[in-house]
């Protein structure tokens, strides 16, 4: 028997990187899978396609979560298609880099509608729906090392990510009385598209690695495991806590 086996999984932003990663491993531990990302392209009709190979139903609803009702729709949208909802994967993200006094109100407001404000009005969603069923819920958060440590030229993105940790904490205690697991992943450097341009910079590769005690970046499959555990039913007496997955960078000691 797959561990996901007839469950039902919404994943934000999983036209590529973590997000794809992640809708990957659950349909291949048999979940049926919506994926989300801004627009249903030839890139994602083609992921649609490979995906079904797994043998478990995939939808793909093209959607820009960065608005509230967009969200709340993509979520009620995956629930009507997939007959319900077991677990919610709030992934999708964006980062603007700029010095403090250069950030926009327009780049502040899409970093924070999309890692934010989109992850609260998509749970409240699934918080209702869970509540009209009379039935659990599982919600993993993509959030960052970030939650927790500082990205100078990034405070936006800082200001979500923090936001989204006490918004995990909080929800945790709401939903625990109706059975909904709140948790967040917290990954440090992963290969994917967001860090393109860095990845592409000799310079900045070697101060990042130097940073990292593993001396490397993670990789999407990895985040992915352990959203699969969160999800799983080992992880039934687990909600309100941080997963960090960074090759040990958040808490590094640097020996003289
Ligand atoms: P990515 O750029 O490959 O994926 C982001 C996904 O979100 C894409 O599928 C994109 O289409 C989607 N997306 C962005 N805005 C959207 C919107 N308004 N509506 C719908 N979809 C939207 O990046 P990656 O690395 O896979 O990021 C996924 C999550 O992981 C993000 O929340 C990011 O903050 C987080 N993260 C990534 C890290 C990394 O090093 N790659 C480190 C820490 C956190």
Avoid at 3 to 25: D, M, P, W
Avoid at 77 to 98: K, M, T, W
Avoid at 125 to 152: D, L
Wanted: aromatic content about 8%; hydrophobic content about 45%.
């Amino acid at each position: 028997m797959k561990r996901f086996e007839g469950k039902n999984v919404l994943i934000t932003g999983s036209s590529s990187g973590i997000g794809q990663a992640c809708a990957n491993r659950l349909a291949s531990e048999g979940a049926n899978i919506v994926l989300n990302g801004r627009h249903l392209d030839e890139d994602a009709g083609l992921l649609v396609k490979e995906m079904e190979k797994l043998g478990t139903k995939i939808h793909f609803i093209a959607k820009d979560i960065s608005a509230p009702q967009n969200v709340i729709d993509l979520v009620n949208e995956a629930i009507e298609a997939l007959g319900g909802l077991d677990i919610l994967v709030n992934n999708a993200g964006v980062e603007r880099s700029a010095d403090f006094w250069n950030v926009t109100p327009e780049d502040y407001d899409l970093v924070m509608d999309t890692n934010l404000k989109a992850v609260f009005f998509g749970t409240q969603a699934y918080a209702k729906y869970c509540m009209k069923e009379k039935r659990g819920g599982v919600v993993i958060n993509m959030s960052s090392v970030h939650e927790e440590i500082i990205f100078p030229h990034f405070a936006a993105y800082c200001a979500s990510k923090g936001g989204l940790k006490m918004l995990m904490r909080n929800l945790a205690t709401e939903l625990a009385p109706l059975k909904i697991r709140i948790n967040n992943v917290a990954p440090g450097a992963i290969a994917t598209p967001i860090n393109k341009k860095m990845m592409a910079d000799k310079a900045k590769m070697k101060a990042l690695l130097e940073n990292i005690p593993m001396e490397r970046m993670g990789t999407p499959e990895e985040v992915a495991g352990l959203v699969a555990f969160l999800a799983s039913d080992d992880a039934s007496y687990i909600t309100g806590s941080t997963y960090f997955i960074d090759g040990g960078l958040t808490y590094h000691y640097e020996e003289q």
